[in-house]
């Protein structure tokens, strides 16, 4: 028996110390409902935590961001569903005036009329707007460089994606075997070392009259264009058929700043997989190729039927790039979602207590803390038997 060390009471304490830390340490977890309260308590695994809490917060950043793109979409497209409306009621009123039974008067009203609603699409354009951005009226800046042929060229509404360069048009006019005039188009882009095609078709237009003014001819991809691309291009009829029956004209143009690019960050890194590109294009009377129709004439209406039905085939592309980008902003928010339910789930396990396994664990060691406090005080008591030996 010793008096000086007490070694049942010091193992009694180090064993009360010990449960009293794991008591304190339980504790925390109850009122945190975290089983990594410090660094000490699981490093590595507060390492990974933190990292999968980054992710999760970019994750949700970019839903944010994939919804507000698609609420700009959708308001592009509830814009250019009003110019398909304005373009379908042009085509009505065209239709109208190919009737002989009209005079003049009314014709002139239905010019009228006409022009109004070109005033009208132009104005949507101008005005319709997603937090201060005019999202239909974004296209390139472009110049005919000229001459007395090609006096105008427009990227066609629906062709926003067209790149700033330096394009030649060739427009060709001939006589096919029936008498029936053609016009060919052709746009083609420079490159460092030759013209690359970018759209060429057969349009309709050009009247074969050499007093008749200047037209409008409306290359539109998926009708009568074999490129990816519209344009609107203007020509001086009368200097195309002043030539031989088979005349080409070409001259070069320019296409100044390319359309606005929005960037969509809808992913949490950085890279071309965690970004959605969109370019929309300018949705005016001019890019869809209706500026200078004129129902006054049996054959001005009959024109202004055909560039009506162009302008629409624009606006159905437009439309159909816009839903497909939508389509495509959903999948990306749906999967964005799951992977953050993932991500969650994974970081819950790392740093989530399990409450019914760390209530379970306090009530023992209140036990073994009343235990211990139990054995301390018997421990304690030993050395006084110490005195009976001298009694």
């Known amino acids: 028996m010793y008096i000086n060390t007490n070694v049942a009471a010091l193992f009694a304490q180090n064993s009360l110390s010990n449960t009293q830390n794991t008591l304190s340490n339980l504790?925390?977890?109850?009122?945190t409902g975290l089983q990594i309260n410090s660094p000490s308590d699981n490093p590595s695994g507060l390492a990974i935590a933190n990292l999968?809490?980054?992710?999760?917060?970019?994750?949700?950043?970019?839903?944010?961001?994939?919804?507000?793109?698609?609420?700009?979409l959708n308001v592009a497209n509830g814009g250019m569903q009003t110019d398909v409306q304005i373009v379908q009621e042009i085509q009505q009123l065209a239709v109208q005036a190919s009737n002989s039974?009209?005079?003049?008067?009314?014709?002139?009203?239905i010019q009228s009329q006409i022009n109004d609603l070109l005033n009208s699409l132009d104005n949507?354009?101008?005005?319709?707007?997603?937090?201060?951005?005019?999202?239909?009226?974004?296209?390139?800046q472009t110049n005919a460089t000229g001459n007395s042929t090609v006096t105008g060229f427009q990227v066609g509404a629906d062709s926003g994606q067209v790149a700033a360069a330096t394009y030649s048009v060739s427009v060709l006019y001939t006589t096919t075997a029936s008498g029936a005039p053609e016009d060919i188009v052709t746009v083609a882009a420079s490159t460092a070392t030759a013209w690359t095609t970018v759209a060429s078709g057969t349009v309709s237009g050009v009247s074969g009259s050499s007093t008749a003014g200047t037209t409008t001819l409306q290359l539109v991809?998926?009708?009568n264009s074999t490129g990816a691309s519209s344009f609107v291009i203007q020509v001086n009829q009368g200097s195309?058929?002043?030539g031989a029956s088979t005349t080409a004209y070409s001259t070069a143009v320019t296409v100044g700043t390319a359309a606005t690019q929005y960037d969509f960050q809808t992913g949490p890194y950085q890279g071309a997989g965690d970004n959605t590109q969109v370019q929309l294009g300018t949705f005016t009377s001019a890019t869809l190729g209706l500026t200078n129709i004129d129902v006054t004439s049996s054959s001005g209406a009959q024109y202004a039927i055909s560039q009506a039905k162009r302008a629409l085939s624009m606006l159905t592309n437009a439309q159909g790039q816009v839903g497909a980008q939508v389509d495509q902003l959903n999948y990306t928010i749906s999967n964005l979602q799951t992977e953050s339910t993932n991500l969650q789930s994974s970081q819950s396990t790392i740093m989530d207590a399990n409450m019914a396994s760390v209530t379970s664990q306090f009530a023992q060691q209140q036990i073994l803390m009343q235990t211990g406090i139990q054995a301390l005080q018997t421990a304690q008591q030993l050395p006084q038997l110490v005195l009976k030996l001298l009694s």
Not at 101 to 109: A, I, R, Y
Request: hydrophobic share 35%.
């Open 221 to 223: 991809s998926g009708e």
């Open 101 to 109: 039974t009209n005079n003049n008067q009314d014709t002139q009203d």
């Open 240 to 242: 195309i058929v002043l």
């Open 27 to 31: 504790q925390q977890e109850m009122s």
């Open 124 to 140: 949507v354009a101008q005005t319709l707007n997603y937090n201060g951005q005019a999202v239909l009226n974004q296209g390139a």
């Open 52 to 72: 999968m809490q980054g992710e999760i917060g970019g994750i949700n950043s970019a839903i944010n961001n994939a919804t507000a793109a698609t609420n700009l």
